[in-house]
Nanobody, 124 residues
């Protein structure tokens, strides 16, 4: 069983930056594909970014050039650096882990473990 705990959310003005962190329990973190999803009120949960065990990553078109996913296997932590934030980035951000770490993954059903989420609010 893997437990994921997100942190780093908060309130920020448009144009600002935040860095989300997701700390994972367990000894096999380095083998997992990790992902960040977000869900705005009344909307579906969507992929933001994913990183595989080798460090290969993918980002949603809506965040390319502004957000960057990274991982530190020594710390069992995955990060989401968010720059140039916009009001439409307001959402609850969730961290997720997939046991099959060979490729990046963009669909919710491909992930085995989920955190409880952290709120990001961007004011205009």
């Amino acid at each position: 069983q893997v437990q994921l705990v997100e942190s780093g959310g908060g309130l920020v003005q448009a144009g600002g930056s935040l860095r989300l962190s997701c700390a994972a329990s367990g000894r096999t973190f380095s083998e997992y594909t990790m992902g960040w999803f977000r869900q705005a009120p009344g909307k579906e949960r969507d992929i933001v970014a994913s990183i595989n065990r080798s460090g290969g990553s993918t980002h949603a078109d809506s965040v390319k050039g502004r957000f960057t996913i990274s991982r530190d296997n020594a710390k069992n932590t995955v990060y989401l650096q968010m720059n140039s934030l916009k009001p439409e980035d307001t959402a609850v951000y969730y961290c997720a882990a997939s046991k099959y770490g060979s490729t990046t993954r963009t669909r919710q059903y491909e992930y085995d473990y989920w955190g409880r989420g952290t709120q990001v609010t961007v004011s205009s």
